[in-house]
């Protein structure tokens, strides 16, 4: 299965800019890159996806890199809101057998 | 517009008893199904995913077996529950093509005892 690698934990000051790394380096040419976040008690929340071209939506930007083996989530002002675990998963597989493997993620932790 | 609903909520079961969460999804048809747990302070794991009725993969081996009866209903199913088998389960839905964003229902958070 391909891999994601994240920081175990993170921590920003409110109204400041967050930049949420992640590798893959096993990507392969299909592989969408999908990043959620969970609040405690809650299940996950989708925040954003690309495969190749950097992209931006009311919640957040994604930069891709170039050779795809690496992707930043950014979150331009974080809030106190933003405080949660941070998953960055590939989409793997061919049409009809799709799988998304969670890791462990990143717990940001956001300061007044 | 499409929801997906996972009952029950909460649930306490002895060890060895069995168990039945269940989760449907309105508005789409033809969904691809996910079955995820979460055992406290850990990260999501995928246990079964489902892209056609009767059609379920298995990700780990373990003591829970999934089935689709329908194309809009999945159903997580244990003959006896084992203490391991506490946890927050999550259904999750997603489009068949394309990028197969997820979508999460509110979870079932079982304790066994």
């Known amino acids: 299965d391909a891999k994601t690698t994240q920081p175990n934990s993170m921590e920003s000051n409110e109204e400041e800019p967050v930049h949420l790394p992640c590798n893959h380096s096993t990507i392969s040419g299909t592989d969408y890159i999908h990043w959620y976040r969970q609040l405690p008690s809650q299940g996950p929340e989708y925040v954003i996806h690309g495969l190749t071209s950097n992209v931006n939506n009311r919640m957040a930007s994604l930069a891709i890199a170039e050779d795809r083996k690496s992707s930043t989530l950014i979150l331009h002002r974080a809030t106190l809101r933003d405080a949660a675990v941070y998953y960055c998963i590939l989409r793997e597989g061919i049409q009809g057998a799709q799988k998304l493997v969670f890791g462990q993620g990143t717990r940001l932790t956001i300061n007044p | 517009s499409q929801t997906i609903h996972q009952w029950p909520a909460t649930l306490v079961q002895p060890v060895g008893s069995p168990l039945s969460l269940e989760c449907t999804v309105e508005g789409t048809s033809n969904p691809n199904l996910y079955w995820y747990r979460q055992a406290a302070g850990r990260g999501l794991q995928l246990l079964f995913y489902s892209v056609g009725i009767g059609q379920i993969s298995s990700e780990v081996p373990q003591n829970l077996s999934a089935s689709r009866p329908q194309d809009r209903q999945f159903i997580l199913s244990s003959k006896k529950l084992l203490l391991s088998d506490s946890g927050f389960y999550l259904c999750?839905?997603?489009?068949?093509?394309?990028?197969?964003?997820?979508?999460f229902g509110a979870g079932s958070r079982l304790t066994v005892l």
């Open positions: 999750a839905w997603s489009w068949r093509s394309g990028a197969n964003v997820l979508t």
